[in-house]
């Protein structure tokens, strides 16, 4: 009888044997997780304590410098001091054309008063002497 049971109790033995080194892996496995997951939770969270505040950092900073800030002002002061100087530049402009076109309506105004008074000298002249020629001729008709 001894051999009977003696096969199936040493295969019962080799698979208790087997689930408990099985039972040891899974406890070793379940050691290198915990393990693994305390780890990588110090690797967060030393990565963390430098990282965060890094990206922080990093996303507070203004993303124009101050010196652009200046440099785009001061573009603006000349932009505009050059537009003020083209206004005045232009206002002198036309004001030394519109006393010019003055100037050139006065110089037309003087010829066309010098003409017309030639006209008129003229046409007394032609009258005078039509008057003299019609005195002359009743003088010698009178005689």
Not at 26 to 53: F, H, R, W, Y
Not at 81 to 101: M, S, Y
Not at 104 to 115: H, L, P, Y
Request: charged share 25%; hydrophobic share 40%.
């Amino acid at each position: 009888m001894l051999r009977r049971n003696t096969i199936p109790t040493m295969k019962l033995s080799i698979a208790q044997l087997g689930i408990l080194q099985q039972s040891v892996k899974s406890g070793v496995t379940a050691d290198a997780i915990v393990n693994a997951n305390n780890a990588a939770l110090q690797m967060l969270a030393e990565t963390s304590k430098e990282a965060i505040p890094m990206l922080e950092r990093t996303a507070q900073s203004p993303t124009v410098s101050i010196q652009s800030v200046t440099a785009l002002a001061e573009s603006l002061v000349e932009q505009n001091n050059g537009i003020i100087a083209a206004i005045d530049n232009g206002r002198k402009q036309r004001a030394q054309l519109e006393a010019a076109v003055v100037k050139s309506a006065e110089t037309i105004n003087d010829s066309v008063k010098i003409r017309d008074q030639k006209i008129v000298e003229a046409l007394l002249n032609e009258g005078k002497e039509s008057q003299e020629e019609v005195e002359k001729t009743n003088v010698t008709e009178e005689k």
